[in-house]
Each structure stands twice: as C-alpha cells, then as structure tokens.
C-alpha cells in the first residue's frame, strides 16, 4: 500500500503539475487512509469498499475533523480511487457513491479599511526590516496574492515601470495582477534600502528575503504579519489570507466588477468568487439593523 501511494503521489507530480502545498495535503489525507486500511488486516485494496470508506469517514469525525476537512479528505480518497482504477490495480471506484460531508460556508473574515491601514503603518520605522515587511504588507493588500504567491515572488516578476507583477498561482497558472503606486513606492523603497543588506554578497532571485539572505518561507510571513497585527492593536486573529479577503472585499464594495475580482484573485469558478458578495450583503444587513429606525 506504501509504494502505491508512493506511486500516486509521483503521478500528481508529473501528470497534474500539483503544488508542493496541495501534495502535502493529498499525502497527509491519504497517510491516515493507508494507515487506517491496514489496521483493517486487508489483503490487498481490491477489498476496500463503500462501507469501508465511510467508516474511515466516520474516524475522522471521532478525531475531530471539521465537515471541511473531511470533504476534503473525501477529495484526495476519491483521485486515489480513480488512479488505482486507471491503472488496473482494482476493478470499482468505492467512493464513487460516498458523499461529502455537508458544512455551512463561513463567511471569510476581513478588515476594515481603518484596520488595514493601521496594519500596513505597523512597520513604521527605517530599519530593513520595517521596509521589507512594509513592501510586503503593502503588496499583499494591493493584490490579494495568496501567501506562497507573495514569498515565490521573484525580481523578474515585477514591472514597477507600468504598475504590475506577475503571479503564478495554483497549478503554475499564470496571471498578471496590477499592485498600484502606494504598494510600487513601498518596493522601490525595499529594493534599494532593504533588499541589498539581507542579500549581502549571495545571488538570489527572490524578491523578499530572510535574515541569511534567502527566500522567505510561508511560514516566515506567518510569523511576521502576526507581529504586525500585534503591534498595531488590531484584536482580531490576522492571518496572511485576511489581507486577501480584504482586498476582494473592498474592491467590491467600491463597485468593481465581479469577473475582474475573480482574475485578479486567480480563482478558476467565479462561485469561489461570489463568497465576497455575501460579505458585502451581509455588511449591508447589519448596517441597516443599526441605523434604521425600524432595523
């Protein structure tokens, strides 16, 4: 079972040009599934059946798994299913009459446009490091990249000149995005302040750097915009992707139009898109309740 996983996982690699972050996802979900199938004293996954996948589904409620997480655990059973079948190493698909568990949307936490400011003035000082964690701050904002975007940012990526740069999200997907002046004045600044002392003598392609003069990693963003937050007095949990539901959010409720929302953010289905306009209602709603005389 390990080296058909192994097998699995090599084909996403090759055949579906997957990211490094969703072969994490896909590798954990399935870890638990094998792990789980042998526990049952299988003999081989031609025995694996509905029922079986159901229980399994059922373990990952017993452990506390969110609706979300296992739907999306459902995902990565399913594309293993259909590879073993694929490739002749089983006869059915057993999850193919499995349903994902149901879940209510959340409705994606954002800032308000006060609260971003304060966030992207945090880093106020000149010290390298305040002028790099403006620039990125100030990009993420501009552009609602999403966090392994922003550190994957390369030099060559930039065209500061005409106010864009050049994103490649999910599946290597390519996409222009324009950043504005606010956040092209912050990274003129970053290149020519900050970048040169973190870079030292080593080459490097990336635009954001660490302390040893290497690419910043998602984890290292993490840890900086939650400093961030912390020091601009903001009492809400700020998370890289709160800058980005920010940013869809805003342009909305300033009239921008859904399809150029939807390329902007990279999103494949515009529904992914519309979650931003149940935000704007919702906005609407509480603030009729609070100002009308009869809300």
Same mark, same amino acid.
């Not at 042998?38 to 081989?44: M, T």
């Not at 996948?53 to 655990?73: C, D, I, M």
């Not at 936490?109 to 000149?126: D, H």
């Given at each position: ?24 996802? #896909?590798?954990?979900?399935?870890? !638990? #599934? ?20 159901? !229980?399994?589904?059922? &373990? ?85 990249? &999403? ?20 994103? $490649? ?58 400093? &961030? ?17 920010? $940013? ?32 704007? &209602? ?14």
């Amino acid at each position: 079972m390990d080296q058909t996983l192994d097998n699995f996982l090599n084909f996403l690699v090759v055949e579906k040009g997957l990211s490094r972050n969703t072969l994490d996802a #896909y590798g954990r979900d399935l870890a !638990r #599934y094998v792990t789980f199938l042998k526990e049952q004293k299988l003999e081989s996954l031609e025995a694996v059946n509905s029922p079986l996948v159901l !229980r399994f589904l059922g &373990r990952l409620k017993e452990w506390g798994l969110s609706p979300r997480s296992r739907a999306r655990s459902l995902v990565s059973l399913r594309m293993f299913h259909k590879f073993l079948l694929n490739e002749g190493l089983t006869s059915a698909n057993p999850t193919e009459l499995v349903t994902a568990p149901k879940s209510l949307q959340a409705l994606p936490r954002t800032l308000s446009p006060r609260e971003v400011e304060k966030l992207l003035t945090a880093p106020c000082g000149e010290r390298w490091i305040d002028v790099r964690d403006r620039a990125m701050l100030e990009i993420l904002y501009a552009t609602g990249l &999403r966090v392994s975007e922003l550190v994957g940012l390369k030099l060559s990526d930039l065209q500061l000149d005409v106010g864009y740069l050049m994103a $490649f999200g999910k599946r290597s997907k390519e996409r222009i995005v324009p950043m504005g002046e606010a956040a092209a004045t912050a990274v003129r600044v970053y290149l020519a302040q900050g970048r040169p002392q973190l870079a030292r003598d080593k080459t490097t392609p990336f635009l954001f750097l660490n302390r040893s003069g290497n690419g910043l990693t998602r984890q290292g963003f993490w840890k900086i915009i939650k400093r &961030r937050a912390l020091e601009s007095g903001i009492c809400k949990n700020i998370t890289p992707h709160t800058l980005r539901h920010s $940013f869809a959010t805003h342009l909305l409720d300033n009239g921008a139009d859904l399809r150029a929302v939807q390329a902007m953010l990279g999103h494949a289905d515009i529904s992914t898109t519309q979650i931003y306009t149940h935000v704007t &209602r919702e906005r609407l709603k509480k603030l009729h309740q609070q100002i009308h005389p009869r809300g």
